[in-house]
C-alpha cells in the first residue's frame, strides 16, 4: 500500500487533508547523490555544469527511472545539468516546487488542481505515465469482482475525502451503495499486511503492489478505476514546475525535459537496464520487484500517445469536472493553466 499512497493521492491529502501516506519519509540515499555526482568526469566539468534539484513524491520506484537514468546515462549533463534527486521534506513536494525551493517535482493531476484553487502557481509540464494504473484491490478469496461486491466489506484507507467520493462514483454505476462499506484507517500497514489483520480491499497501484502481489503468489482481484469511468483515468505522477520558472528561466525547463524524456525513452526501450540503474542508485530496493515492476511499467509510460510526457485537454478538464462535482473542489480552475506541453521535445 505504500506505493499507491505514494503515487496516487498522498500529495491531494497533503493538500486538503495534510494527511500522510504509510510509511515514513527517508533520506535520500548517498548513492544516489553520489551517482548523480558521477556523470561528470571530473570536479572541473561539475563546475560548468548547472546544478538542479528535482524532488520526488516518495520513496523512489519506478515511477521515477526515467529521471536516474537520464542522470545515469548522461542525458542532463547533454543538456549542461547537475542534476540531483532528492526526497521531500516535512510539506512535501508540491510545497517545495511552488515555493521555489526546488524547480522540479513529482506530483499528480489531483493535487496539481487543488492546489490551483488554492493560489497555489504549480504546473504540470509532463505526464509521466499515459494513463490511471491505480484501483481497488483485494486478495482473491475475498470474492470482490466489481463495484457491487464492495457493499458489507471493509475498505483499508487514509482519511482522504477523495476515497470515498471515487468509491462512490464507480460504486453508483454499479447500482450499489456506499453506505454499506465500513471505512477504517490503515494506519502504516501495508496492503498485504493489512488484509491479512482488518481489512478486505484497498487502493493500490497494479506497476508496485500488484506486482509484489504476484511475486509473492497472492493473488489479487484489481479493479482499475479507469474502466469505470473516463474521469477517472486522470495523469497520475506528473512532473511538475511553477509558473515564475516557466516565466524566468524557460530554456532551463526545456533542457530538463529534454534530458528526462529521453532518460523515459530509454527506459521504455530498456527495462531490464533501467531497473539496474534504480537498483544501483537505491539498493535498498528489492531487486526482483524493481525488475519485474519496470517491465510491467515500461510500455505504459508512452502507451497510446504520440510521446512520451504529452499531456491531453479533455483529461484535465474531466478529471476537474469531476471532483468539482463531488466538492473535492471550492471552485473550477483554468485547465488551460494547470499543464503545458510546450517544453516536450518535439
Keep these: 500500500m505504500k506505493w499507491r499512497k505514494t503515487m496516487g ?13 504509510c510509511g515514513g519519509k527517508e533520506a535520500a540515499p548517498a548513492e544516489q547523490k553520489s551517482n548523480t555526482n558521477a556523470e561528470s568526469s571530473n570536479e572541473g566539468d561539475t563546475a560548468a555544469l548547472k546544478d538542479i534539484k528535482v524532488v520526488l513524491d516518495w520513496t523512489p520506484n519506478t515511477n521515477h527511472t526515467g529521471l536516474y537514468a537520464a542522470v545515469d546515462q548522461g542525458f542532463y549533463k547533454a543538456e549542461g545539468l547537475n542534476v540531483e534527486i532528492v526526497q521531500p521534506g516535512a510539506g512535501g513536494a508540491d510545497t517545495m516546487v511552488a515555493s521555489n525551493e526546488v524547480p522540479f517535482g513529482v506530483s499528480y493531476q489531483e493535487s496539481v488542481t487543488q492546489a490551483r484553487t488554492q ?193 491531453k485537454q479533455e483529461v484535465w478538464q474531466n478529471y476537474t469536472d469531476w471532483m468539482f462535482s463531488k466538492k473535492l473542489l471550492d471552485e473550477q480552475i483554468d485547465v488551460s493553466k494547470a499543464y503545458t506541453n510546450d517544453f516536450l521535445p518535439q
Design 119 to 311: 493560489g497555489v502557481p504549480l504546473v504540470s509540464i509532463a505526464a509521466v505515465i499515459q494513463h490511471n494504473t491505480s484501483g481497488f484491490a483485494a486478495p482473491a478469496d475475498r470474492n470482490i469482482k466489481s463495484p457491487k461486491d464492495f457493499e458489507g466489506k471493509t475498505y483499508g484507507g487514509w482519511g482522504s475525502p477523495v476515497e470515498e467520493a471515487v468509491m462512490q462514483s464507480i460504486m453508483e454505476g454499479d447500482g450499489a451503495d456506499v453506505s454499506k462499506v465500513k471505512n477504517i484507517n490503515m494506519g502504516d500497514a501495508d496492503f498485504f499486511t493489512a488484509v491479512k489483520r482488518d481489512i478486505d480491499f484497498a487502493w493500490i497501484f497494479y506497476a508496485w503492489t500488484g506486482i509484489e502481489a504476484e511475486l509473492r503468489g497472492e493473488p489479487i482481484d484489481m479493479l482499475y478505476v479507469k474502466d469505470y469511468s473516463d474521469a477517472l483515468d486522470y495523469y497520475t505522477p506528473v512532473l511538475v514546475t511553477n509558473e515564475q520558472m516557466i516565466q524566468n528561466d524557460p530554456e532551463l525547463v526545456k533542457a530538463f525535459l529534454k534530458a528526462t524524456s529521453e532518460g523515459y525513452q530509454y527506459a521504455i526501450d530498456h527495462p531490464e537496464d533501467a531497473a539496474n540503474i534504480l537498483i544501483k542508485a537505491v539498493p535498498d530496493l528489492d531487486k526482483d520487484l524493481v525488475l519485474a515492476s519496470q517491465k510491467w511499467l515500461s510500455p505504459k509510460y508512452t502507451d497510446d500517445a504520440p510521446r512520451w510526457g504529452e499531456q
Design 9 to 21: 493521492l498522498m500529495l491531494l491529502c497533503v493538500l486538503m487533508v495534510t494527511v500522510a501516506a
